[in-house]
């Protein structure tokens, strides 16, 4: 992506702190004293955003902590191929999921197929965030103490994890301020348990290039901003609202709602066919809804929308 860019004519400054913005200009101001002007200022600055809080005026509605955290971990396949009492999981490419109270395994291929991705979501109670690499592997063994022998074998493997705090954002009332627009994890952080995160920015970056290409004037960035902001405002508030409920049907303790959820989810275990599932990731209507969209159809239509609303044209 960065040589494509390049190729493109982008300018890439690394170690480049942006400290202030100015909306009107704009501009921002660099930490190393100098600043830079521009027709239109994207600012896709993370969680921890500088840009959310110019954006609303002053005053950061932040994400917040959702009282889980995640250790992120991989595993060389030739390790697991090498074990008979995992290599089964490997046959073919899948998404393989271990679900418990509180507390779920994520695992897929990546890399070519060479590496074996793994996020372990457990509740977090603060604690446990100065602590040395061992301490931390031996707490993420502790966390799923007693789950399936597989998954135990496979957690005995990883040598080297991160421990991450996921967040959630708040719903934000406006991404936009003057010639200011924010994205990705500063617009939306959302809980990774539909894994759309980055892929969400990602269709924030082709749905602001689809409304910047509909004008032909400088004069015009406020529409294709606003036509921006509405579309994408409510995709990724349906995404973190969808990873929310995500977390609430993986976490449940042993009970009847976990009994329905399993009893629900049986014939996509089974490999029979099936026409609805508790499983947001297999579950027909929302698949549909999180991998068939168009980011630049949906501009299309809103821009039509609008111009037909008001009867001219850019
Ligand atoms: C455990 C976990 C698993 C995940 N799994 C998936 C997955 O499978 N699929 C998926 O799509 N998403 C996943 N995500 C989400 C994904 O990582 C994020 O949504 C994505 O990284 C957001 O991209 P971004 O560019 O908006 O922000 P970031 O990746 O956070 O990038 C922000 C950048 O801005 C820079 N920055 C910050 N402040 C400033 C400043 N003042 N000046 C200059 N630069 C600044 C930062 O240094 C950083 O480089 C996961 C997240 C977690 C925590």
């Known amino acids: 992506m960065h040589a ?8 890439v400054n690394l170690a480049s702190k942006v400290v202030l913005y100015d909306v009107e200009g704009p501009s921002l ?13 994207v600012a896709a600055d993370g969680v921890n955003s500088t840009a959310r809080r110019t954006v609303q005026g002053g005053t950061d509605h932040p994400p917040q902590r959702t009282g889980f955290a995640a250790y992120r971990a991989v595993v060389d396949i030739d390790r697991l191929q090498g074990d008979p009492d995992i290599a089964w999981l490997l046959e ?5 999921l271990w679900l418990g109270d509180k507390r ?21 109670d603060g604690s446990g965030w100065d602590t040395t690499e061992e301490e931390t ?20 493997m990883i040598d080297k994890t991160l421990k991450w705090p996921l967040f959630s954002g708040s719903i934000m009332n406006r991404w936009i301020s003057g010639k200011l ?34 004008i032909t004037s400088k004069a015009h960035i406020p529409h294709a901003l606003s036509a921006f902001e509405k579309v994408r ?32 989810m049986r014939p996509e275990v089974e490999g029979r066919p099936f026409s609805h599932s508790p499983n947001q990731w297999s579950d027909p209507a929302t698949q549909m809804w999180c991998y068939g969209y168009d980011a630049e159809r949906e501009i299309d239509l809103e821009w039509d929308r609008r111009l037909k609303g008001r009867g001219d044209s850019q």
């Open 29 to 41: 101001s660099l930490e190393n004293g100098s600043s830079v002007s521009a027709d239109l200022i």
């Open 233 to 264: 405002m409510q995709r990724a508030n349906q995404m973190q609202e969808a990873s929310l409920l995500q977390g609430k049907l993986w976490h449940f303790a042993d009970g009847p709602a976990q009994q329905a959820r399993d009893a629900a």
């Open 4 to 11: 494509l860019a390049v190729d493109l004519g982008v300018a």
């Open 181 to 214: 627009v924010v994205l990705g994890d500063a617009a939306h952080a959302m809980l990774p348990y539909m894994s759309q995160g980055a892929a969400i920015a990602v269709e924030d970056g082709v749905a602001l290039a689809q409304a910047l290409s509909k």
């Open 104 to 124: 779920h395994v994520m695992t897929y291929a990546i890399g070519a197929g060479k590496t074996f991705n793994m996020v372990l979501s457990h509740p977090d």
């Open 92 to 96: 073919k490419p899948s998404f393989n």
């Open 137 to 156: 592997i031996a707490d993420m063994r502790k966390e799923f103490e007693g789950w399936d022998p597989v998954l135990s074998k496979i957690i005995n």
